[in-house]
Every structure is written in structure tokens, then in C-alpha cells.
């Protein structure tokens, strides 16, 4: 099976509120010191899904990353993991892709590189969060789509995937090509070994640029991006000297606030 | 708007939950109100499905509306993507709207971004703000990014319509008002059986113990820190004492301590309780970003530090499991001698 993965290098989502910066000029988040991009964390769970596959199915991974020169380092992550090839798509003029260019520059990389069976991205990426560049891609290639996945099962040429509903999943059949966009709950990223990171850093990464690939006008334009107010945060800590005595004060204090 | 007849409508995706207007469609026909009213255009609601009832069509005037479209054979039974991105490709062609709105619901997620690469046009996913762009006429949509902590605000430069998925909760919807008028439109797109290439098996609804969480008034919701199926067994005691729901964040749902129907958040569910007490979780902006509207925010943490004491009302520093059994104790004797009234009886 040919699978191939779309994987972002985005800002460590996890940063909490208090320390996020916007640079008002480029309109991006200014990496704190010393942080480095890192691989965003519903495409490390589909590459993760792409290997659960290739465990028991004899598979060839390709990885995908439109990104700067930077994004060299999550590609040879995904290397590191099992993936057996990846290719950087990297040029000024992907650099202010919205979903639509991103979308058309990684649809049209896919079918450069030529046969495949399944392609994997992530739900959602954790920068813009616009989640639309997986179903994009389907659209743009003329292959269906099947969204928020979290296992997905060969079977005797039969291909069948679970997909999140808001109350509970849905078993679905899918022809292939097609691609999935990959939920959290498939199960935790795998950790890269010893010797998969050395033989990874040593692979060559091809950098696809604006030669191989004509990147797409965006559809929609930022006009601004600014850190919303939440409000005085101003907490009232219970204080009592043991933990059942702050239990029944946060009681007492929910009860005068009407609030149980 | 574009000075274009073509596009002198704004439409709606409804949505329907056992048989009725969802909530987010309520809250969809009044941004769509506005926005019409400011574009003098007409507000439209299409509804996809199989066996539609008539009040519908009549309850989306009332919420609103001008004009309901109906796409209603026994193909749209369930959602599937490919055939509602056809119907929906099919009423564009013929309506041509302006505007299009969808719920960021789990509908809008997956309809919503194949619609709009169909239609070849710019979608904002996940806004909170709707408005027109004096300027230029365009619809300006401000949406959440890098998880909650900033907010961007986009236009679509190229193609038509504009197109939107709007967060739920964030609008209050209007009040009925039965004497509106409007017009129902039945449309059929004749497509057949092979538009769907994906095929359903199967759906599973998962049971939720207690009251639904999207409208439950307190939500007792649980983080990493929970560590087992075991400790969530102890929030929904706390739960049901309060007729309140169990929550969590996305980590004991990809642990599958609980179903991940529980989360709460951009990723999950968006909830507007008037309380929320959240237990050994750190409060990540993609988990906040699930809390809505007027809350009172209370927070269980041992860390000091832990950034969700920043948007806390009230905050306990404390390891849960020495709090959480004293609390629940605390809260049934308080049940027992009365509601938060006083006064009257609880309902138990
Ligand atoms: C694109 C994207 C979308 C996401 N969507 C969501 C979403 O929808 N919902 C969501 O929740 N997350 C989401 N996340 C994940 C989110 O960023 C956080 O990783 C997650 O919310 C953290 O969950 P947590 O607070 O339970 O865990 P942690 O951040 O690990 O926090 C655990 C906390 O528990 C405390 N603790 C541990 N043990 C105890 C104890 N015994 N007593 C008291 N306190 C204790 C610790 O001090 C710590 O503060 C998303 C991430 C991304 C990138």
C-alpha cells in the first residue's frame, strides 16, 4: 500500500496564554526563546496511523511537509518513526498559503510523486486551526474523504474506518484512493528508536520548490490578528489548612453563590 | 452586496436533532439576520434530509428566516459527505447565494471545507464574529486561532459565496416570532445511489450517563491528572448529585477513560454551564476554547502554577483525591437540605 502523510511544523500549541507574543507585523505568534516549531499534533497521530498500517501490511510511507527549511526537522521525525521518504515543499511563494493554496500545492505534490492509496493528515493543525486542508485535498484530487478517524482497518482489499461523531462513531467502508484526516484517539505517536534517528539523519530530504510546483493564489486574506481579552482573571483561592476543609468551604462558598 | 442580483441571498445549513431545529441553526438564523438586513438580501435555510417534518420550514421562519429550501429524499436518510456536498453544489448552482453559513458542528467540520473546495471558494472555519466589511461589502469573519489564544479575522478575496462555520454558543438566539411569513422551496437535485463513493456500516451512539453535556447548567470535568476509568466513576458521583455532566479534556478520551463524546473543547464540545468545575486538568486553550458564555469557573489543581487558575473563579490547590471525596459529601448533605434556592424541595 502507498500511503502518504501531509505534516505541518507549527509553534508548540501547548503554550500557555500568558506567554503568547504576536508579531503584529508578519501576523504570526513570536516563538518564545529557545522553543523550537514542532510537528503539529494530530499529524504526528496520523503518521502514527500510517505505521499501524504498515505493521501488518507491506507499505511504502512518503511524508509531506509545506513548510521553510525548518520543517527538514519534523520530516526526519517521521523518518525516525518508520516513514521510508520524505519530501519538503519549500519556497517563498508557498509561504503565506491559506487552506486553499496549501491545500493545492500538497494536492499537486501528491500527484508529481505519482501512484498512491491512501492519504493521511491530520483533523486539524494547531496554528491556524482551520481544519480544511485534508478534505481539500480530497476535493482537489477527485477522491472521497473521511474525516476526524480514529482506527482504520484493512481486510482482504477491504477498507474500513471509525470516525468520531458528536455522540458517539460511525463504521464506514471506503474504495480506494482516498484520504482520512486523523483524530487523537487512533493512540499515542510511537517513540522514534536510537538507531531509526541516526539512519533518519542521514537521509536525503528532496525540497520541492515553485520549479517543480505552481503554487496557488490564497481565497482568503487576513486583515488582522490580535490576542482577544478574557477578562479580569482574578481567582479567589480557598485556603483552609486541610484538603476536606477546602472541600467543604468550596462547598459552602458555591452554595452562598447559588450556584449547587 | 456585489451589486450582483445572483448573490442577493445569505443560506443557511440547518441542522435537525431528533426531527427539530438544532440549537446552532437557532443561532445561525440570527447572525444570518443581521447580515441580511444589512445587505438587504434574503435570509434562506436549506434543510437536507429524509422525511422532514413540515414545522420545520414553519419554525425556521419564525427563528428568522425568509425562505426555507427542503432537499428531502430517502438518499439524504443519513449525512454523508459526498451527497450532501452534491445537493448542496446543486442548490448553489441554482440559488446562488452570497453568503453561506454552516454550524461548526460535527456536520459543518466535514460538510463545510469539501463544500467550499467544490464551490472553489474561501472558507473561515470556527467564528465567533460575524459581520460585513463596510469597505468592501464582503462578509469579515473572526475565528479563534492558535488554539484560543489569538483572534484572526479573514475576508474571501476570490469566489463565491462567502462562506462560514460559526461556533455554537457564542450567539443567542432570537426569539420566536410566529406571525413571520416566508416562503418553502422544495428542491430536488436528482442525484442517485453512486454519488456516495463512502458507504456507512455502521453508527454507534454511545450512552451518557446524566444529563447531555452541550446543555447541561454544571459540568464536573476531568483532566490527565483523573489517571483511570476509576477516578471518573467518583466525578460522575459528584455529577449526578448536582444533575450536572461529566466532561473531560482530550486526554483521558485518548486514553479511552471515557467515551470521546466527553471532550470539551476546540476539538470537542462547546458547553455554556453556569458552573464548570474542572479537576486535575491544566486548562490548555484548546480545552478553554470549549467553555462558553457566563460561567463560574472552579478549578482543582495541586500545581500552584497551572494556567487554568488564570481564568478560575475559585481555585483549590490540592491533589483531587483528597478533595473530591469530601466534596462530593459535602455536596450531597447540602442536596439534601435543599436547592441552591433555599427554599424549595430538590427534585430528586
Ligand atoms: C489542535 C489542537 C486541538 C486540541 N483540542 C482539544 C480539545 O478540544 N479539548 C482538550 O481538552 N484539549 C485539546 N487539545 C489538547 C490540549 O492542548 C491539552 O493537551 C489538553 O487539554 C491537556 O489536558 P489536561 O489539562 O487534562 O492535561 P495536562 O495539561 O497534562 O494537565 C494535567 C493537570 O493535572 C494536574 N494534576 C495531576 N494530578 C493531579 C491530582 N492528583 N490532583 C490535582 N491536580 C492534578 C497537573 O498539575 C496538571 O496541571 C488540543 C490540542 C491541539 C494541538
Redesign the interface.
Known amino acids: 500500500m502507498n500511503i502518504v502523510v501531509c505534516v505541518k511544523e507549527i509553534?508548540d500549541?501547548?503554550?500557555?496564554?500568558?506567554a503568547?507574543r504576536?508579531d503584529p507585523e508578519s501576523?504570526r505568534?513570536i516563538l518564545p526563546g529557545g522553543r523550537k516549531l514542532v510537528i503539529s499534533d494530530y499529524d504526528e497521530r496520523a503518521v502514527e496511523a500510517a505505521l499501524k498500517i504498515k505493521d501488518s501490511l507491506d507499505s511504502k510511507i512518503t511524508v509531506l511537509s509545506l513548510g521553510r527549511e525548518s520543517a527538514q526537522d519534523i520530516i526526519r521525525h517521521c523518518l525516525a518513526m518508520g516513514c521510508d521518504e520524505g519530501i519538503l515543499l519549500s519556497d517563498p511563494l508557498f509561504d503565506d498559503s491559506?487552506?486553499?493554496a496549501t491545500?493545492f500545492v500538497l494536492a499537486e505534490a501528491i500527484k508529481r510523486k505519482g501512484e498512491f492509496d491512501l492519504i493521511l493528515c491530520g483533523?486539524?493543525e494547531?496554528?491556524?486551526?482551520?481544519?480544511?486542508v485534508?478534505?481539500?485535498i480530497?476535493?482537489?484530487l477527485g477522491i472521497?474523504?473521511?474525516?476526524?478517524v480514529?482506527n482504520i482497518e484493512i481486510r482482504g482489499g477491504r477498507v474500513?474506518m471509525e470516525r468520531?461523531?458528536?455522540?458517539?462513531?460511525?463504521?464506514?467502508?471506503?474504495?480506494l484512493p482516498?484520504l482520512a484526516t486523523v483524530?487523537?484517539?487512533i493512540?499515542?505517536p510511537r517513540y522514534p528508536t536510537f538507531r531509526k534517528v541516526r539512519e533518519a539523519s542521514k537521509k536525503e530530504i528532496p525540497v520541492w520548490t515553485s520549479q517543480e510546483i505552481t503554487p496557488a493564489?490564497?481565497?482568503?486574506?487576513?486583515?488582522?490578528?490580535?490576542?482577544?481579552s478574557?477578562g479580569e482573571?482574578?481567582?479567589?483561592?480557598?485556603e483552609e489548612t486541610s484538603?476536606?476543609g477546602?472541600?467543604?468551604r468550596?462547598?459552602?462558598?458555591?452554595?452562598e453563590?447559588?450556584?449547587? | 452586496m456585489d451589486r450582483n442580483m445572483d448573490r442577493s441571498e445569505v443560506v443557511i445549513v440547518g441542522e435537525l436533532e431528533e426531527g427539530k431545529i438544532a440549537s446552532i441553526t437557532a443561532e445561525l438564523l440570527t447572525v444570518g439576520r443581521t447580515l441580511a438586513d444589512e445587505l438587504n438580501a434574503t435570509l434562506s435555510t436549506v434543510f437536507v434530509g429524509n422525511q422532514i417534518s413540515p414545522e420545520v420550514a414553519s419554525e425556521a421562519i419564525s427563528l428568522g428566516g425568509d425562505k426555507v429550501y427542503i432537499i428531502d429524499t430517502p438518499l439524504f436518510k443519513d449525512y454523508l459527505?459526498?451527497t450532501y456536498v452534491a445537493a448542496l453544489e446543486s442548490l448553489d448552482r441554482e440559488v446562488k447565494p452570497g453568503i453561506l453559513l454552516l454550524g461548526h458542528?460535527?456536520l459543518g467540520?466535514?460538510l463545510?471545507?469539501?463544500l467550499?473546495?467544490?464551490l472553489k471558494?474561501?472558507?473561515?472555519?470556527?467564528c465567533v464574529e460575524l459581520s460585513i466589511d463596510a469597505e468592501t461589502g464582503c462578509l469579515?469573519?473572526t475565528?479563534?486561532?492558535?488554539?484560543g489564544?489569538?483572534?484572526?479575522?479573514?475576508?474571501?478575496?476570490?469566489?463565491h459565496p462567502h462562506m462560514a462555520t460559526l461556533r455554537a454558543k457564542v450567539i443567542p438566539p432570537l426569539k420566536r416570532d410566529a406571525s413571520r411569513k416566508g416562503e418553502v422551496v422544495h428542491f430536488d437535485p436528482q442525484l442517485d445511489e453512486a454519488t456516495a463513493?463512502?458507504?456507512?456500516?455502521?453508527?454507534?451512539?454511545?450512552e451518557?450517563p446524566g444529563a447531555r453535556l452541550e446543555g447541561a447548567n454544571?459540568i464536573v470535568c476531568g483532566g490527565r491528572g483523573i489517571g483511570s476509568p476509576e477516578g471518573f466513576k467518583q466525578l460522575e458521583e459528584l455529577a449526578r448529585i448536582?444533575n450536572g455532566a461529566v466532561g473531560c479534556t482530550?486526554i483521558p478520551?485518548?486514553n479511552?477513560w471515557v467515551?470521546?463524546?466527553y471532550q470539551i473543547g476546540?476539538?470537542g464540545?462547546v458547553v455554556s454551564p453556569?458552573?464548570y468545575i474542572g479537576m486535575a486538568l491544566s486548562g490548555?486553550?484548546?480545552h478553554l476554547a470549549g467553555i462558553s458564555g457566563n460561567t463560574?469557573i472552579?478549578?482543582v489543581n495541586k500545581d500552584p502554577e497551572a494556567?487554568i487558575?488564570?481564568?478560575?473563579?475559585?481555585?483549590?490547590?490540592?491533589?483531587y483525591q483528597?478533595?473530591?471525596?469530601?466534596?462530593i459529601?459535602?455536596?450531597r448533605q447540602?442536596?439534601s437540605s435543599g436547592s441552591?434556592?433555599g427554599d424549595d424541595k430538590l427534585e430528586e
Open positions: 509553534p500549541p501547548e503554550i500557555p496564554a500568558s503568547f504576536l501576523k505568534a491559506d487552506s486553499f491545500a483533523r486539524q494547531g496554528e491556524w486551526d482551520a481544519g480544511q485534508g478534505s481539500g480530497a476535493e482537489l472521497p474523504s473521511v474525516t476526524t480514529v474500513v468520531l461523531l458528536w455522540d458517539g462513531h460511525e463504521i464506514v467502508e471506503v474504495p482516498a483524530s487523537s484517539e493512540g499515542e493564489k490564497p481565497q482568503n486574506r487576513l486583515l488582522s490578528l490580535f490576542i482577544p478574557h482573571g482574578k481567582c479567589e483561592f480557598i484538603p476536606e477546602k472541600a467543604t468550596l462547598a459552602m462558598t458555591l452554595r453563590a447559588k450556584l449547587i | 459527505t459526498d458542528t460535527t467540520r466535514d463545510a471545507p469539501s467550499a473546495f467544490r471558494t474561501g472558507l473561515t472555519t470556527d469579515r469573519k475565528k479563534p486561532v492558535y488554539g489564544n489569538a483572534w484572526a479575522t479573514y475576508v474571501c478575496d476570490a469566489g463513493r463512502v458507504k456507512v456500516i455502521d453508527r454507534v451512539r454511545e451518557m454544571i448536582l482530550r478520551s485518548d479511552k467515551p470521546a463524546s476546540l476539538t464540545k453556569s458552573l490548555a486553550s484548546q463560574t472552579v478549578a494556567n487558575f488564570s481564568r478560575a473563579h475559585y481555585g483549590v490547590i490540592d491533589d483528597k478533595v473530591l471525596p469530601a466534596l459529601e459535602e455536596c447540602l442536596r441552591p434556592g
